[in-house]
Nanobody, 126 residues
Framework: QVHLVESGGGLVQAGGSLRLSCAAS????????MGWFRQAPGKEREFVAA????????YYADSVKGRFTISRDNAKNTVYLQMNSLKPEDMAVYYC???????????????????WGQGTQVTVSA
């Protein structure tokens, strides 16, 4: 069992930045590829970014490429999502996700995720 807790969401103006954190407990974090999804009201949960078990590989949705950066610190059992140049369309609940012995070479589907966090709200004002 892996327990994921997100933090760092909040209200930011368009063009601003936020850094989300996902603290993991229960299992060795390096056993899991980690990722972020988001879900806006009335929309399906969508993939944002993923990072491989030791941080060697990353993968991003086209909509965030060049603006968001995913990273991890296995010693601290924490995964991060640095979000820059935020746009109103980035507004959503952001969820941390873990896939046991997964990879970060392609977009993840929600059904493949083993564990989810509870989500953190990101609001971007125009």
């Amino acid at each position: 069992q892996v327990h994921l807790v997100e933090s760092g969401g909040g209200l930011v103006q368009a063009g601003g930045s936020l850094r989300l954190s996902c603290a993991a407990s229960g299992r060795t974090l390096s056993d899991y590829a980690m990722g972020w999804f988001r879900q806006a009201p009335g929309k399906e949960r969508e993939f944002v970014a993923a990072i491989s078990r030791f941080g060697v590989s990353t993968y991003y949705a086209d909509s965030v490429k060049g603006r968001f950066t995913i990273s991890r610190d296995n010693a601290k059992n924490t995964v991060y999502l640095q979000m820059n140049s935020l746009k109103p369309e980035d507004m959503a609940v952001y969820y941390c996700a873990a896939i046991y012995r997964g990879a970060a070479e392609r977009e993840w589907g929600p059904k493949g995720v083993n564990y989810w966090g509870q989500g953190t709200q990101v609001t971007v004002s125009a």
